[in-house]
């Protein structure tokens, strides 16, 4: 059952309220991760939208870089929008922002232009099934260099704007300020996978 799994959310900085709003319609009461020791509570982690620089400086004044690379290495399902992709890109392209290299691609930041260019649309093409998806893009990155293991779940104008690796999953724009529940149930799947191999099997 959704509600049984425990699902973080990165509380250090960014649009945390929003995320846990999206994981609650869905049945899952979030976690919020602020130290190590919640970090140890949960089954998987979303990356929220921020400002990545920020992020890392405090992952670091916090003491939850290390253990989240190292929970990140043993496979732990991961979400990261905007900033969190940026995360979890091996490349963010910022020397100040050390990747934690769970998905194997580079990002350029402000790739779609500033807080002013900011907007909303449908993504006709992706792989999640049903209607087209919903996104809002402020100051999105951009997702260059795809590894040969990386999976585009969806695109925007024919550049990929969702991908998954593994049980990482990773959106240049913000699903948490849409009604549309697609992405959350997919990182959903890979947790209850992770939590549950037999059902990993079995689907």
């Known amino acids: 059952m959704p509600s049984a799994l425990r699902i973080g959310v990165l509380a250090l900085q960014g649009d ?87 998905l194997d691609l580079a990002v350029e930041r402000n790739a779609y232009g500033r807080q002013l260019d900011s907007f909303e649309c449908a993504l006709p093409d992706h792989t999640l099934g049903g209607a087209p998806l919903e996104a809002v893009f402020i100051r999105a990155p951009a997702i260059r260099d795809l590894g040969a293991g990386v999976e585009v779940l969806a695109r925007h104008e024919g550049r990929p704007v969702a991908v998954r690796q593994g049980n990482a999953i990773g959106t240049a724009f913000h699903p948490e300020l849409t009604d549309d529940p697609r992405l959350y149930q997919a990182l959903i799947e890979r947790v209850q996978a992770a939590v549950d191999p037999a059902r990993d099997d079995a689907a």
Request: net charge negative.
């Open 16 to 102: 945390v309220v929003e995320h846990e709003r999206a994981l609650r319609r869905l049945g899952v009461e979030p976690v919020r991760v602020k130290r190590p020791d919640d970090l140890e509570q949960v089954d998987a982690l979303v990356l929220p939208g921020g400002e990545s620089p920020a992020m890392i400086r405090l992952l670091r004044s916090s003491g939850l870089d290390r253990p989240l690379r190292d929970r990140l290495s043993a496979g732990m399902p991961v979400f990261g929008t905007c900033a969190g992709l940026i995360l979890l890109a091996r490349d963010s392209g910022d020397p100040e922002v050390t990747g934690f290299g769970a």
